[in-house]
């Protein structure tokens, strides 16, 4: 090609974000970058953030849909603090995100959105490309509009069908400007539009276009490269919170040979769940798209009578609803794996936002005496690890297990070491065949007889003959699970189902304590938040101060050796994204002065707000 | 999967069957004959020797279970002469002539006095939470098609606070049979109105009378594209047996009305029906191909253009050939007797008000599965694992990274 070389910088990690209307195509650029990015073998992590409103008015700040990746060839543990570069369709996606742009950063501008009407809609009273108040900032006005049209003259496509190429040619420049291959996008359009040729033509026509404005034009002096990061050895996918839940669930029902029976009932964040187990009907996967949440949990829970493996996932209003039977599955002690990708509440509170809601409500949200083990999976990855555990756990101990994920884990993506099948805990299941009651040649089966070792009951399927029983919500008689009112015994059931809980602590693999063993500062967290809390460690350490962190999977029970580590440090702070849940529960079971950092904005930790929390206690 | 019920010959919807009216269908369903006495020998109570798993009992030479088989050891806790007596006795008397293993006995109940039940049927069965046994069947059907699956409920557990759910299992069609223990009154918490007591009626929460209008659970079911709805009591525990065994031979879920007496809180509220006194002239028993007649056939129903009227047989004006001759399988038929409800002018109906030919939905979900298994093959988890854009990090990457 005729043109002259620019120089190369290398840069350990980028945040790159892109917005625009939430026509503009703004999740599939970003989707198409991260995937350029995994291939070129980055650590990467991406948070989009989408629009409550299915079709918002175009142009508005509400209608503006973003999507940022943060990448790297050194660790990346969240989707990036500041963004490096912000590519903005329009003068709403400019006003939305600029102030998420480092100051210095490169604001990639459309310019053509840039007209009256679309100012008026952004509500800009100024043109803030004239008016000065992008100074401090790399500004570089492109005409994407005008250019994509001129490429596809005569593409033979309409107005409205060129316009939604220039993402392409958006994608194409950034692809460029961070030395990242064009192949796997092509490969992707071809395959795409593959029965639409005109469509995947001109797409492509527009993606190269991009890619050449950024070599020929004198715009950009330098290009930058982020080489591969050093990720342990092995096959990696990038994969999504959502497709990692998927996958852990039908790996349980693969390992235990338990059917998988899922109902749901649609809810942003919980849909793609259902989704994507729905797509998996050659692993026997039963979906079930009941009429309310209540159905969906209650079918789960009958399929648990019938011995497959029940689970139910939804979002924090349809939580609220399963609370009942959740209850009754408690009492039943039947396995039933409820997953909750939390969002930020009270009611329909913030549906497409993070928040880590619902933690006090997993643990406390039924009446009577109702505990069951809590886990919460703390990547996107990890959600595959912990849906498999939940699941185990639940029919280890036949118990219903509520698992937190959050909107955040959901939808954000990371690569992933595809494990290797063998190398999962193993997850044997034996169902009840024989009565368990033998005396004087009285042969019963008693449901409710315990395993002295977890004491979860015998799992007994209807089907199996001469095992016939009745359980129900009623309070049961100890061992035979006949109707009780008698007083002593009902406090023997409390108990006995609240030990059985408590039993699964011994499972607990010892904590592992990130940063320094002893020290200043130990950061105590749970679930989304572990990737902000950790680059905050390293960034503290590396300021000079002695800083830990645990991240807990259990949160019920707890594990047992949190009181040893606690010991070993001056100040134990817990961030949340909340009003501060963990750290009542902290404060419950081990009466000690933790200190709540809370953010409750729908939005993830930036690494810097717990930085400069952190270093401005121990100052203090 | 094999399934739990005998399929039922349907004549096609609409389509009046080839019987002149009056005359008896060979068989009628319903009047299947017991297994004579002495068919197999009897066994004492609870002392069913061990059978080796997948045993069938009867039929081929075994020893057919009885009635105190299905028993359980439970105290029957209902009030001394409530209507739910008869009806677990009906049930407990039926269940030894189906050809079902008792193991593949699945009782759901929701909460109420009716929802009981299952504590007292030695099979398989959940006394689950308010209202939700349709939902907690569903999963169990949907999971496990062989087992034969009923469902227990009140008039408040299915229609008030279940309201939703009964809806939604009748129209997905899921191979089952629901009870609904009509009593028109909250029984279990003490006698508040309930989604079917007659506007105006005083109870404990509505002093001053009902301003509630009722539901009438056999239209509401057909609105739901109920495969089977039909209509009993208590009372006439042979007609209820009929009714229950063909609910059971219905391949679809099936819903049986079964009006039951609370002498607690409602006593007498379905007198009119049930007793020897009124009973002739205030019911009428559908049979699917036969004349609709009543008062020991003294009295028909014709219809007049939609509407349908009490003709005289006696004094020769109108003769048997003037009376509709009911067709169970003619929606528009069951339409107009769902709501002959309550009327003075009018005997109230009883039977099987219709039925129709559907899929169910445990059979479409697992042919379904069974289809998608076929064209894409025996899920692989390594290869699912693996699946899109993966890459390889070798063990020393060769670009170091600075
Ligand atoms: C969630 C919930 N709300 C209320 C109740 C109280 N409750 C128990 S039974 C019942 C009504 C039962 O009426 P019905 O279904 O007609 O049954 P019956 O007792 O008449 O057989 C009510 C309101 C409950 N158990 N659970
Ligand atoms: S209250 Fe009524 S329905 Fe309940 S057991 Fe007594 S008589 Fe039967
Ligand atoms: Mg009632």
Redo the contacts with the bound molecule.
């Keep these: 090609m005729a043109v002259f070389e620019k120089p190369v910088e290398v840069l350990p990690e980028a945040t790159v974000l892109f917005a625009g209307d939430s026509g503009d195509g703004m999740q599939l650029t970003g989707l198409q970058f991260a995937r350029a990015t995994a291939l070129a073998r980055n650590d990467l992590a991406t948070l989009p953030d989408f629009p409550a409103e299915i079709r918002a008015p175009a142009g508005t700040t509400y209608g503006v849909s973003g999507y940022q990746l943060h990448f790297g060839s050194v660790p990346v543990r969240t989707p990036g603090d500041a963004v490096d570069m912000l590519v903005a369709m329009n003068p709403a996606a400019l006003k939305v995100h600029l102030p998420r742009v480092r100051r210095g950063g490169t604001l990639l501008i459309n310019v053509n959105a840039f007209d009256r009407r679309g100012l008026e809609l952004a509500r800009y009273e100024t043109n803030p490309l004239e008016d000065g108040s992008l100074e401090g900032y790399q500004v570089i006005p492109i005409e994407l509009t005008r250019l994509t049209h001129e490429a596809l003259a005569d593409s033979g496509l309409d107005k409205k069908e060129i316009d939604r190429c220039k993402n392409m040619f958006a994608l194409g420049l950034v692809l460029w400007l961070y030395s990242r291959p064009l192949k796997p996008v092509e490969e992707w359009l071809a395959q795409k539009f593959a029965n639409r040729p005109k469509i995947r033509d001109a797409n492509l026509k527009v993606l190269h276009k991009g890619y050449h404005y950024g070599e020929t034009h004198e715009l950009f002096a330098v290009r930058y490269e982020v080489r591969p990061a050093r990720l342990a050895p092995g096959l990696y996918r990038a994969i999504r919170g959502v497709e990692a839940l998927a996958l852990g669930l039908i790996a349980a029902s693969h390992q235990s040979g338990l059917p998988l029976f899922y109902g749901s009932y649609p809810i942003t964040p919980a849909s793609d769940l259902l989704h994507e187990l729905s797509r998996h009907k050659n692993f026997g996967v039963m979906t079930f798209q009941a009429e309310d949440e209540i159905a969906a949990v209650g079918a789960a829970l009958g399929a648990s009578f019938g011995g497959a493996l029940g689970v139910t996932a939804t979002s924090g209003p349809g939580l609220s609803l399963k609370s ?1 039977t959740i209850g009754l599955a408690v009492m039943t002690e039947l396995p039933l794996v409820v997953i909750d990708l939390q969002r930020g509440g009270p009611s329909t509170g913030l549906p497409t936002k993070t928040e880590q809601s619902d933690l006090l409500f997993a643990l406390y949200g039924r009446h009577g005496e109702a505990p069951l083990p809590v886990l919460a999976a703390s990547s996107p990855g990890d959600c595959f690890y912990a849906a498999y555990e939940a699941c185990r756990i639940a029919v280890r101990y036949m118990t219903p297990v509520i698992l937190l994920a959050d909107g955040y884990l959901a939808n954000g993506a990371e690569p992933w070491r595809v494990p290797d099948v063998a190398s999962l805990p193993p997850f044997a299941v034996k169902f009840a065949t024989e009565p368990n009651f033998r005396q004087n040649g009285d042969v019963r089966f008693l449901p409710y007889r315990r395993d002295p070792e977890t004491l979860a009951r015998p799992w007994a399927r209807p089907g199996t003959p001469g095992l016939e029983h009745r359980i129900g919500g009623l309070e049961k008689e100890d061992e035979t699970g006949n109707v009780s009112y008698d007083p002593a015994n009902h406090q023997r059931m409390v108990k006995l189902r609240a030990e059985k809980v408590a039993r699964v602590a011994r499972e607990i693999p010892p904590t592992e304590v990130f940063g320094d063993p002893d020290g200043d500062v130990l950061l105590i967290g749970w679930g989304s938040t572990r990737g902000a809390i950790e680059a905050a460690v390293e960034r503290l350490q590396a300021r000079g101060l002695r800083v830990g962190s645990v991240h807990l999977r259990y949160l019920n029970p707890l594990p047992p050796d949190l009181p040893a580590i606690f010991e070993r440090y001056y100040r134990l702070v817990v961030p949340e994204l909340n009003n501060g849940q963990l750290v009542r529960v902290l404060r419950d079971a081990y009466l000690r002065p933790f200190v709540p950092l809370n953010k409750i904005q729908g939005l993830p930790f930036q690494a810097r707000e717990i930085e400069a929390f952190v270093a401005d206690l121990v100052q203090s | 999967m094999s399934d739990s019920k005998r399929p039922e010959e349907n004549t096609p919807r609409g389509t009046r069957p080839a019987m002149p009216p009056g005359a008896r269908p060979a068989m009628p369903p319903g009047a299947r004959p017991a297994m004579p006495p002495g068919a197999g020998p009897a066994m004492p109570p609870r002392s069913r020797p061990a059978m080796p798993p997948g045993a069938k009992p009867s039929g081929d030479g075994k020893p057919r279970l009885t009635r105190k088989d299905f028993a359980s050891d439970q105290d029957v806790r209902w009030c001394p002469g409530c209507g ?1 007596y008869a009806i677990l006795a009906t049930v407990q008397r039926l269940l030894p002539e189906l050809d079902v293993p008792r193991e593949n006995i699945v009782f759901i109940s ?6 009981r039940f299952p504590y007292y049927m030695n099979t398989y069965g959940m006394h689950s ?3 939700r046994a349709p939902a907690i069947a569903t999963g169990l059907k949907a999971s496990r098609p062989e087992l034969d699956v009923w469902i227990i ?10 309201g939703n759910h009964l809806i939604h299992i009748l129209r997905r069609n899921l191979n089952v049979q629901i009870l609904l ?9 003490k006698g ?1 109105y ?1 989604p ?1 007591s007659e506007e105006g009626k005083i109870t404990k929460s509505s002093p001053y009378g009902s301003i509630d209008h009722p539901f009438n659970p056999v239209a509401l079911t057909l609105g739901a594209d109920a495969t089977f709805v039909a209509r009993s009591m208590d009372r006439d525990t042979k007609h209820l047996q009929a009714m229950l065994r063909r609910a059971h031979d219905h391949r679809g879920a099936a819903f049986v009305e079964i009006y ?1 007496n ?1 002498n607690i ?1 409602n006593d007498g509220a379905f007198f009119q029906f049930t007793e020897r006194d009124t009973k002739p002239h205030r019911a009428l028993f559908l049979e699917h191909g036969k004349p609709l007649v009543f008062d020991e056939g003294r009295k028909g129903i014709r219809l007049d253009g939609f509407r349908p009227e009490v003709i005289d047989l006696t004094d020769g004006r109108w003769s048997i050939d003037d009376c509709l001759v009911y067709d169970e399988t003619n929606r528009e038929l069951a339409q107009i007797m769902a709501r002959i409800f309550f009327r003075p002018d009018l005997p109230q109906p009883f039977g099987v008000f219709y039925r129709e030919k559907r899929p169910t939905y445990e059979d479409l979900l697992h042919r379904q599965i069974a289809e998608v298994t076929a064209r894409k093959g025996k899920g692989d988890l390594q290869a699912l694992l693996r699946s899109g854009d993966t890459w390889v990090i070798e063990p020393e990457p060769a670009e170091a990274t600075e």
């Design positions: 009942e | 739910d929701g909460i109420g006095c009716s929802s939470i308010h209202g409920t009140g008039d408040g557990d299915a229609l008030s606070i279940g223990f009509n009593n028109q009154i909250y029984g279990l918490t508040q309930s079917t039951q609370c809180f």
